[in-house]
Antibody
């Protein structure tokens, strides 16, 4: 059974960089045919797709966040990561990682709350 | 960006009811439409992919239909565990996925 687990700092100061990692177990992140996504959800609000990285390493980002987002993969550790720079209070959200199988997000991590506050 | 609009935003229903939630895309997305269920404090769960395909392990009382711009999620007979928020998501544009605003299904 594939499992994803987010980890990282739960509190980030304004203007700093948010960094999260998603550890994948029960399967290889290098398996062909999948991409690996980040999605976020501000408290009490809906879902926003942040971006994904293909197994090949190609990345695609939400245009609204593109200038601040980097998604990378560490195959040796079977994990992928999210960095979001210049954060503000508007970036406070639960951040989820997920597997993308043929354009559907079929496995999700449990989510991690990141609060942006001084 | 492709905008996704769900209706209604909230819905009250009783156990055993048949419920339909609608999702409309701002342009044609063929059948690139997925449905998710989210319970409080939990991650979303994939129910339906490619508009009408049931994800493995999901009860058959859930079904999806539609293509182009108009889609529906139907729950044939509501069970207590189905009270949750439901989201549609388009994956036609691989450059940016977008979600509907959600439909909160509550107990009447």
């Amino acid at each position: 059974q594939l499992q994803l687990q987010e980890s990282g700092s739960g509190l980030v100061k304004p203007s700093q960089t948010l960094s999260l990692t998603c550890a994948v177990s029960g399967g290889s992140i290098s398996s062909g045919g999948y991409s690996w996504s980040w999605i976020r959800q501000p408290p009490g609000k809906g879902l926003e797709w942040i971006g994904y990285i293909y197994h090949s390493g190609s990345t695609y980002y939400n245009p609204s966040l593109k200038s601040r987002v980097t998604i990378s993969v560490d195959r040796s550790k079977n994990q992928f990561s999210l960095k979001l720079s210049s954060v503000t209070a508007a970036d406070t959200a639960v951040y989820y990682c997920a597997r993308d199988r043929e354009a559907a997000l079929d496995y999700w991590g449990q989510g991690t709350l990141v609060t942006v506050s001084s | 960006d492709i905008q996704m609009t769900q209706s209604p935003s909230s819905l009250s229903a009783s156990v055993g009811d048949r419920v339909t939630i609608t999702c409309r895309a701002s342009q044609s997305i063929s059948s690139y439409l997925n449905w998710y269920q989210q319970k409080p404090g939990k991650a979303p769960k994939l129910l339906i992919y490619a508009a009408s395909s049931l994800q493995s392990g999901v009860p058959s009382r859930f079904s999806g239909s539609g293509s182009g711009t108009d889609f529906t999620l139907t729950i044939s007979s509501l069970q207590p565990e189905d009270f949750a928020t439901y989201y549609c998501q388009q994956s036609y544009s691989t450059l940016v996925y977008t979600f509907g605003q959600g439909t909160k299904l509550e107990i009447k």
